[in-house]
C-alpha cells in the first residue's frame, strides 16, 4: 500500500507559477513510475508528466516547455513545478504511483489538490 499527499494548489492569475508537492508514505525508488494528472471540470483525467523510475520523463504537449517533474529520494518527494500557467491548466491536479507486483501493475493516487488560474 503506498499512500501520497499532495500540497501547493491554490490561485494563481495566468502566468503565474506553482509548485505541487507530492510526499509518499514510502521508497519512492521503490515505485516503477511517479506521475501527475489532472482532471478540468467536465473532462476525463489526463496525464500531464510521469518519473520512471528509470528512463526518461514524459510530458503532456501541452506543458512542454512549461511544467516540470522532480524527485527528491531523500524525502519521497516527487515534484510539478508549474510556470507560465494558463487558464486551461485549471484542474484537480492528482499524483499517482504505479507499481509492478508479480505481473500486474497496482496504481495509488493522492486526493488531489486544485489549481486554478484566473486573473
Not at 42 to 63: H, M, N
Request: with cysteine; net charge positive.
Amino acid at each position: 500500500q503506498v499512500q501520497l499527499v499532495e500540497s501547493g494548489g491554490g490561485l494563481v492569475q495566468p502566468g503565474g507559477s506553482l509548485r505541487l508537492s507530492c510526499a509518499a508514505s514510502t521508497n519512492i525508488f521503490s515505485i516503477n513510475v511517479m506521475g501527475w494528472y489532472r482532471q478540468a471540470p467536465g473532462k476525463q483525467r489526463e496525464l500531464v508528466a510521469t518519473y520512471p523510475r528509470y528512463g526518461s520523463r514524459i510530458y503532456a504537449d501541452s506543458v512542454k516547455g512549461r511544467f516540470t517533474i522532480s524527485r527528491d529520494t531523500a524525502e519521497n518527494t516527487v515534484y510539478l513545478q508549474m510556470n507560465s500557467l494558463k487558464q486551461e491548466d485549471t484542474a484537480v491536479y492528482y499524483c499517482n504511483a504505479q507499481k509492478v507486483v508479480g505481473t500486474a501493475p497496482l496504481d495509488y493516487w493522492g486526493q488531489g489538490t486544485q489549481v486554478t488560474v484566473s486573473s
